[in-house]
């Protein structure tokens, strides 16, 4: 399968990486072709690792992820052809988190609405799947770093692209998939960013970080 990322940062590169080792083709996609940290990323990658601008990775991915910082994630759709997202599982991994203000950072979108919502709204030829985004980036591609048993949302309206994001999920290691339903659910997972955070901060670390619910 190819892979197109959008976003270049920790999150991106991890998915990246993880989808490679998969056996996937992946294209690491920023504002800019020759991007210093995707060049980085795809100088240790080895050959199935390819990079371009956002563009050329949804024009690459037959599946297509949205890494990108909240804040520029609608632009950056923007910026790409709508026929190369029209029937494209597109999953989302970003949360609308503002820094503007320092630490810990708000939400630019919350309560009526979410990022997720957003991008399905404005991008109706898309099929957008809410996934990833309430955990560290390395727990996303190594579910074992936090020991026993927990948790990963998912929300989407399509549900064979869920059911292919369940089955991604499965080859990252994942055990308990939960699905929240439609996309509107995208505002329960990114509202729980500030307890997300807060507990970073009070743990001093996010790598053992995650959710796990409990039921009767």
Known sequence: MKYGVLGTG???QALGTKLLKLGHEVMLGSRVQEHQGAQDWKAKSGGGAKIGDFRDAAVFGQILLNCTQGAITLDALRSID????AGKLL???ANPLDFSRGNPPTLTICNTDSLGESIQREFTEAKVVKAFNTVNCQVMVDPGRVKGEHD???CGNDSESKNAVKELLRDFGWKSIIDLGDITNARATEQLMPIWIRLWTQFGTADFINFKIVRN
């Open 152 to 154: 990963i949302f998912i």
């Open 91 to 93: 999953i989302d991994v």
């Open 10 to 12: 920790m999150v991106g």
């Open 82 to 85: 709508r026929k190369h997202l």
